[in-house]
């Protein structure tokens, strides 16, 4: 079962500085019906203005994934991180018994569009944890590169939740495929272009919540980066 839930059906508010789309609730954002899906619990496309940001708050037992995809965005924690995050970079906070951070756009001009993720984790009062590495364009093209999993295999974040994260860059015409082993689901986001997904269309910002399917295959319409979650 595939279940494609559109980019402009996904919940939005605009403050001004900050411009989110919602795939599930959050905040001020509830939909009954898109609470979370299976461990996915939050899939915020957001655009932040220059110069602006989220100022320091906290977060608890929660495993928290940042993806930029223009701009740059400097990150700031209670563990005593700082960091910068840009295209290819994958961010990863285990929030934990408890943790506060900030979150600012690191040019003031130019704005800085990222997905923020988050996941529950497979069990609470984790020792707060946190983790960066990039991946490559080229490492990504016309190929699923694995960027998020549970143990951390072939050089991706180890997070504490067994799901996988993939992220891939499709040109026209250029396929992948992954197989979904039994009893696991999957979540198909399009962060920018256009693919088709087991032959059915996806454009920017469309999803797709998957069950009780053997395999998901992803070609390439129009130039697009996509993020695949195999999910327990």
Do not use: C
Not at 78 to 95: C, F, K, L, T
Not at 202 to 227: K, M, P, Y
Request: hydrophobic content about 35%; overall charge negative; cysteine-free.
């Amino acid at each position: 079962m595939i279940h494609i839930r559109k980019s402009d059906a996904r919940g939005h508010a605009n403050h001004g500085w900050l411009d989110s789309r919602f795939t599930f609730s959050f905040a001020d954002y509830y939909d009954p019906a898109h609470i979370h899906f299976r461990t996915l619990r939050v899939m915020n496309d957001d655009r932040v203005a220059g110069g602006a940001g989220f100022p320091t708050h906290p977060h608890r037992d929660m495993e928290i994934v940042t993806y930029v995809l223009e701009g740059a965005l400097q990150h700031r924690d209670s563990m005593g991180n700082g960091s910068v995050i840009r295209p290819g970079d994958v961010q990863y906070m285990s929030a934990g018994t408890g943790v506060t951070h900030s979150e600012f756009n690191a040019s003031e001009t130019e704005t800085v569009h990222l997905y923020q993720i988050w996941m529950f984790p497979d069990h609470k009062g984790h020792k707060p944890a946190y983790g960066q590495k990039h991946f490559a364009e080229a490492d990504k093209r016309a190929k699923l590169r694995l960027v998020i999993s549970s143990d951390g295999r072939e050089g991706s974040v180890k997070i504490r939740q067994d799901n996988e994260l993939y992220a891939t860059v499709l040109a026209p015409a250029e396929t992948v495929k992954h197989e979904l082993k039994p009893q696991r689901h999957a979540y198909v986001q399009v962060a920018r272009g256009s693919v088709t997904l087991n032959g059915q269309t996806l454009e920017t910002g469309d999803g797709a919540a998957i069950s009780e399917e053997q395999s998901i295959e992803l070609a390439g319409v129009q130039d697009a980066e996509v993020l695949v979650f195999d999910l327990a």
